[in-house]
T-cell receptor
């Protein structure tokens, strides 16, 4: 699987949009971009995934660049409950290969 | 629907002892995974089952770890004997559609080996 690069940590203000970047410059054509998050003391939780097009669901939006070498997860209105580690994963089979992720802290 | 259940939630043992973890996946989910998450790292896949057959156990330390999924539902992961470096959270996940299916995780079992 292609490797991803994410910032170690980031802060965001409650009520504002949180934009989480992810670089995956070696992604190949059949690999999907997945995002999971892990709230403290819980198991990871699926957020969203995409291949080429931008995607939106009730939790977040995923913006994938045209060359697919990077993507951004957008939490439109961050709340304190969104404080978690966010994992960007490039996937082409059943495996989820987690990196260290981005620790996002939402501040009041 | 009920989520993935795991027990126990916490376990403390001494090195060289044995320990077992139990997982009950979401009803109807044919695929079951066990992950190990060491503090400060992302989860690492140990083993994957499709029904009661092993699909991938390439990262499972087979000299001390074993796992089974009898009848294609519940699963147990065993460590015997435990080492200090086995201290971690053991996560179970399940999915309905095997290949790209969304994985649903349980709360995990936190193991401390002293």
């Amino acid at each position: 699987d292609a490797k991803t690069t994410q910032p170690t940590s980031m802060d965001c203000a409650e009520g504002r949009a949180a934009n989480l970047p992810c670089n995956h410059s070696t992604i190949s054509g059949n690999e999907y971009v997945y995002w999971y998050r892990q709230i403290h003391s819980q198991g990871p939780q699926y957020i969203i995934h995409g291949l080429k097009n931008n995607e939106t669901n009730e939790m977040a939006s995923l913006i994938i660049t045209e060359d697919r070498k990077s993507s951004t997860l957008i939490l439109p209105h961050a709340t304190l409950r969104d404080t978690a580690v966010y994992y960007c994963i490039v996937r082409n089979d059943y495996k989820l290969s987690f990196g260290a992720g981005t620790t996002v802290t939402v501040r009041a | 629907e009920a989520g993935v259940a795991q027990s126990p939630r916490y376990k403390i043992i001494e090195k060289r002892q044995s320990v077992a973890f139990w997982c009950n996946p979401i009803s109807g989910h044919a695929t079951l995974y066990w992950y190990q998450q060491i503090l400060g790292q992302g989860p690492k896949l140990l083993i994957q089952f499709q029904n009661n057959g092993v699909v991938d156990d390439s990262q499972l330390p087979k000299d001390r770890f074993s796992a089974e999924r009898l009848k294609g539902v519940d699963s147990t992961l065993k460590i015997q004997p435990a080492k200090l470096e086995d201290s971690a959270v053991y996560l179970c996940a399940s999915s309905f559609a095997g290949l790209f299916g969304e994985q649903y995780f349980g709360p995990g079992t936190r193991l401390t080996v002293t």
